[in-house]
């Protein structure tokens, strides 16, 4: 696709010989720096706690060394191909994530969630390793999109069946495990998302009325795909989920650009946005509260009421300035509920200051790149699109959940991408990046230096 | 470009117009270049990249704003808990008089860590005020805070290196000028009564006591518990003031004390000149101007000299003598002891003393005595008695006799304070003789110390409406040993609530003996 692939093109035959490096050392080498630099946030907060690099640092280590070995071990198996990044990138941001949790443990004696993060850990790498193992090749996928969508839905309205937590109706709780169904249909609805593009594409791109220079597809491709969100959508506001719910929704926009290129689902994909987020934030108080919070964080201050949860977060940011105050030495506590789930990234901020903040929002940049460089070096679209849907969902939650702690955004309760106490997110995230390392093995083992006719 | 270029040109246009479109030279270097089957999806993913892209940079400027450009802002919002968390982290300093400390800090385990303890918290309680995470500080709490809560940047052992490591150091210590046993002594002989002692070493201005009475303690403020809000609301709708700092913040009509003033402005002046000459002042004494006649609690005031009128306290002698210096000298000699002074910080600030300056003969003739508009602090008459022991030199009163870093390293000293010449070495000198004629046969007696030299002056003011109010007990004095080349201490007592007669015999019967127990434990003997 570039002059240098077309010089290869132009090769003779010699350049079928050239495979590309697997890269399996480089991955290693990543994943040893990955651990080291967990144990090491885990010995800073020690350190500054009380002094003392904590009794737990070796075991802590070596338990996060040796999924990471097993994970490494399972993609040099069945996957010599992959990509060398994204496996070290879920390691440390999940190494990261369980030290800003135990770091916060510290602070409630009494609620330690770091140990069943732990748990929750694991089983995300198992999972990580069962995909890349079993899941020989991710066209399998495809097969089954409507199993998947079904799937989503049924874990979609789960939790209706169970009493509402904290205002929201997300949660199954199953043998003291809380449980977010949510999170996994977020890769099921992915899948199924892709597979339906990519066998509609050409329906949905050459069809329908023209407006300006703005083409719109017809009502009859449009319905199922349509229906399908409106369904997953209409659930999700049922169950007060608001950042899933523009999740999904960003999701289904950058999909059916992807597969079709029309700039038209961009401005219908707005318009709807617009309209959603307007009848939402006029239907529901809850909304409506929290588009108030964000135009004004500091209403309640102003009011005598004290700070709120972003009033507050807004001042653990601050606080770290650019360098932070380091590991274990701010008051994140400060924001008190959901420090250690939606609001880990203000604990990240105030201690890791500017700097450790952008470093990590740039390994997050880094993961969401290498998903679209899979995407792009596939050459069977729904390969392309699952790729490319993958990324966007680590992309957008990131964006939803940052921003909405920053005040870039309304706040929208979400779990950060493998920081955030939460075990179903944790697991979801081991899946998309093992199905990432699952398509750029595929792409790069087909790789064999000529052009595809 | 519109999306109608790619699709509907042919193939080798559409994969050219890729090629120059992707300038992604690693994509052919890790995966290869790989043509689109259909429709240039490779370009769309493109898009989409970018799109992701700018919502993560728009993450990191957002985070920007809030981390450096607002940083201070949001820092400095009186919600943010930060602060005061931080000012709590770690041990206060300590205020300490001679090498003991009379602070201390106690870790309560809370949000807000260390909170403030006193020993021996009613004694010294206008000496150091309360720090309390409620309600503040106050005194010295306040005026050396910033040292005590290691804020400080004379504690960092070199410059900025707080802001590099972002660390505070520890709270430095406070050392005072206070001597314990006189401090002790007048908090003993006020005895719950309502009133204040001020001491100060002559020759330089230290502060040897400050006792206010009824005091309070301020550790019961130090927290930030239900118990210290109703410890506020007690203390301050408490009749006796307890809180009120009777020795610097209480200005009283100085009475009788205040003849030491119009005797030190009438022998500058020249309007007397031997201390035994018969004045022509009539007993008693009509005021310009009016058909008030001021008299005398004794007899004998008529045409008394100046020796006799101060030993025996003459009103009339001395509000003639006033009104003879007159208003320029008297304002003038008042305000170099420091009367109208609204400057003077010790280092926290003292309420001033007053000499009205705008006044007609007959208020004059008051003012000269201590009654009309003229208040004195207890801290400004030991000024007055100081500077008559200092042949005429008042040095400015100070309480921090140095600073220290936590373990002992000084920051900083008193340092050398001049003094400022109130009046003639050879005035000072005969006031000298005065004051010590008042305690020797005069109504100061009952100051008297064996073996040291004292010199003193009663005063009974009267105040309230009429003046139907129980009258103040005043006594200033000065003493030294015998063997001593000037006064070692100079002392200021009131007596709010003085019992006995209407007389002179307050000051020298409540005021005195409480001034006596001050020098005697500054001396020593």
């Known amino acids: ?453 | 470009m519109t999306e109608d270029d790619g699709r509907q040109a042919p193939v080798s246009e559409r994969n050219r117009g890729t090629v120059t479109e992707c300038d992604d030279q690693e994509a052919v270097t890790e995966y290869g270049g790989l043509p689109d089957s259909g429709r240039p999806m490779a370009r769309y993913i493109r898009h989409a990249c970018v799109f992701c892209a700018l919502l993560l940079a728009a993450l990191l400027v957002n985070a920007t704003r809030v981390q450096v450009v607002r940083s201070r802002e949001y820092d400095a919002n009186p919600a943010n808990r930060r602060a005061a968390i931080a000012r709590y982290e770690q041990p206060r300093g300590d205020i300490l008089v001679g090498d003991e400390p009379v602070t201390g800090s106690m870790d309560t385990g809370e949000q807000l860590r260390h909170e403030r303890t006193y020993r021996n918290g009613p004694l010294y309680a206008p000496v150091t005020g309360f720090a309390s995470q409620t309600y503040g500080t106050t005194f010295l709490e306040h005026s050396e805070d910033a040292l005590l809560s290691g804020t400080d940047p004379v504690l960092s052992p070199l410059p900025l290196w707080n802001d590099v490591t972002r660390t505070r150091n520890r709270g430095g210590d406070v050392v005072t000028t206070l001597n314990r046993q006189a401090q002790e002594a007048a908090y003993r002989g006020l005895a719950g009564r309502k009133g204040a002692v001020a001491a100060i070493e002559p020759a330089t201005g230290r502060v040897l006591a400050l006792v206010t009475s009824p005091s309070y303690d301020p550790a019961e403020l130090s927290g930030n518990s239900e118990a210290v809000e109703s410890a506020w609301a007690r203390l301050n709708h408490d009749p006796e003031k307890p809180m009120l700092n009777r020795a610097v913040r209480q200005t009283y009509p100085p009475g009788s004390t205040f003849k030491v003033v119009t005797a030190a402005a009438a022998l500058d002046a020249g309007v007397v000149t031997d201390l035994d000459e018969r004045t022509d002042s009539p007993d008693p004494y009509r005021l310009p101007g009016t058909t008030t006649r001021l008299t005398n609690e004794g007899d004998g005031c008529a045409n008394a000299s100046v020796r006799d009128a101060f030993e025996w306290s003459c009103n009339t002698v001395f509000a003639k003598l006033g009104v003879d210096v007159g208003v320029q000298a008297m304002t003038d000699t008042a305000q170099a002891f420091g009367f109208n002074d609204t400057g003077l910080r010790i280092p926290f600030a003292v309420s001033p003393s007053t000499f009205d300056t705008r006044v007609d003969k007959a208020q004059l003739a008051l003012s000269s005595i201590g009654q009309y508009n003229t208040r004195a602090t207890p801290l400004q008459m030991a000024m007055v008695a100081a500077t008559v022991a200092d042949g005429g030199v008042l040095h400015t009163p100070y309480l921090v006799e140095r600073t220290t870093r936590h373990g002992g390293e000084t920051v900083a000293g008193s340092g050398v304070r001049p003094g400022r010449q109130v009046m003639r070495p050879s005035t000072a000198a005969r006031l000298k003789e005065l004051m010590a004629g008042v305690v020797r046969d005069g109504t100061g007696t009952r100051a008297g110390i064996r073996g040291a030299l004292v010199g003193g002056k009663t005063g009974t003011a009267q105040h309230g409406v009429g003046n139907t109010g129980v009258p103040y007990a005043w006594f200033v004095s000065w003493a030294q040993t015998e063997d001593a080349l000037e006064p070692q201490v100079a002392v200021a007592v009131v007596v709010e609530d003085a019992s006995g007669d209407r007389g002179e015999i307050s000051g020298g019967g409540n005021a005195a003996p409480i001034a006596k127990d001050v020098m005697r434990a500054v001396l020593g003997v």
Not at chain 1, 17 to 25: E, I, K, S, T
Not at chain 1, 312 to 333: D, E, K, M, N, P
């Open chain 1, 1 to 453: 696709m570039t002059k240098a692939g077309t010089t290869v093109a132009a090769a003779p035959a010699p350049a079928r010989a050239v495979r590309l490096p697997r890269r399996r050392g480089v991955e290693l080498a990543l994943l040893v720096l990955a651990v080291l630099l967990s144990v090491y946030g885990y010995c800073a907060v020690g350190l500054a706690r009380t002094g003392t690099v904590p009794p737990g640092a070796v075991g802590y280590g070596a338990g996060l060394g040796v999924l990471a070995l097993f994970a490494h071990i399972a993609v040099r198996i069945r996957a010599p191909y992959a990509d060398p990044l994204p496996l070290p990138i879920g390691v440390l941001l999940n190494g990261l994530g369980l030290v800003l949790i135990y770091r916060l443990d510290l602070e409630t004696p009494g609620d330690r969630a770091a140990p069943t993060q732990l748990v929750w850990s694991t089983l995300g790498v198992g999972l990580f390793i069962g995909v890349v193992l079993v899941l020989r090749d991710h066209r399998v996928l495809q097969r089954y999109s409507y199993v998947c969508v079904v799937a989503a839905l049924v874990l979609l309205l789960l939790p209706i069946l169970f009493p509402a937590v904290n205002g929201a109706r997300i949660w199954i709780r199953i043998a003291g495990f809380s449980i977010q169904p949510g999170e996994f249909a977020k890769v099921l609805l992915a899948v199924f998302f892709a597979a339906y593009l990519a066998a509609n594409r050409s329906a949905l791109s050459h069809t329908g009325r023209r407006l300006w220079r703005l083409q719109f597809p017809t009502g009859r491709v449009l319905g199922p795909i349509l229906t399908i969100w409106l369904l997953s959508v209409g659930v999700l506001v049922l169950e007060r989920d608001l950042g899933t719910s523009l999740l999904f929704f960003g999701l289904f926009v950058v999909l059916l650009y992807v597969a079709t290129g029309r700039t038209g689902w961009i401005a219908v994909g707005l318009v709807l946005a617009v309209l959603g987020a307007f009848a939402v934030g006029r239907l529901e108080p809850h909304v409506g509260g929290r588009i108030e919070d964000w135009l004004h964080p500091f209403a309640t201050i102003e009011a005598g009421l004290g700070p709120n949860q972003l009033a507050q977060s807004l001042f653990a940011f601050a606080a770290g300035g650019v360098l932070g105050t380091g590991l274990g030495l701010g008051h994140s506590v400060l924001i008190g509920f959901a420090t250690k789930s939606d609001f880990i990234l203000a604990t990240a901020g105030e201690e890791l200051g500017l700097a450790g903040l952008a470093a990590i929002v740039l390994l997050y940049a880094l993961l969401v790149e290498r998903g679209y460089r899979a995407g792009l070096a596939l050459r069977e679209p729904f390969g392309r699109l699952l790729a490319v849907g993958l990324a966007s969902i680590v992309a957008l939650q990131v964006f939803v959940i940052a921003g909405g702690v920053t005040g870039l955004i309304p706040l929208t309760g979400m779990a950060m991408p493998f920081l955030a106490q939460g075990g179903s997110s944790v697991v979801t995230n081991w899946a998309i990046v093992a199905l990432l390392i699952r398509i750029s093995d595929s792409a790069r083992s087909q790789y064999d230096g000529v052009e595809a006719p």
